[in-house]
């Protein structure tokens, strides 16, 4: 009735696949899914998801969709979706990301700051102290 979708398949339905053994020195910017099993000395841009593999190493700044972390990565990460690092991640740098998932063993260096909080305004009132004519401003911040 139902047939198992094994991880080979998977790999290949990925638009873009970058192979380990191969490195890429340069920007690499997509409109697709990109998985990364190689190397890539530069910044990696894309509209849609990226998925970096457990042998994968890159050195340089990722804007995406959806990132997927197995491999090392160093540098700044900016995450419109899911930021998922798996057990064999290694990262240094910052990241932004929406959504965080983080898997036991996963190495992370930096900073992680979540794009999606709502920061709520300080609230500002005016009121006169005994008729002397002097106004006091209290501000208070309501946690949510």
């Known amino acids: 009735m139902f047939t198992k979708i094994q991880k080979s398949n ?3 339905m990925v638009a873009n696949k970058i192979n380990e053994g ?3 020195t340069g920007d690499i910017s997509a409109q697709t899914d990109i998985r990364l099993d ?3 000395l530069g910044n990696i841009s ?3 998801k990226v998925v970096i593999g ?3 190493q890159i050195t340089g700044h990722i804007k995406c969709n959806d990132l997927t972390i197995e491999g090392k990565i160093k540098g700044n990460l900016d995450v419109n979706g899911i930021l998922f690092f798996r057990s064999t991640a290694a990262f240094e740098g910052e990241v932004r990301y929406k959504k965080l ?3 036991e063993g996963a190495n992370i260096s930096g900073s992680l700051v979540n794009s999606s909080t709502v920061t709520k305004p300080l609230h500002q009132s005016t009121q ?3 008729g002397n004519g002097q106004s006091q401003t209290s501000a208070a911040q309501t946690a949510g």
């Open 128 to 130: 006169n102290t005994a």
């Open 54 to 56: 457990p042998q994968a």
């Open 10 to 12: 998977i790999e290949t």
């Open 46 to 48: 894309s509209s849609s």
């Open 38 to 40: 190689g190397k890539v």
């Open 22 to 24: 191969t490195t890429i």
């Open 101 to 103: 998932i983080v898997e």
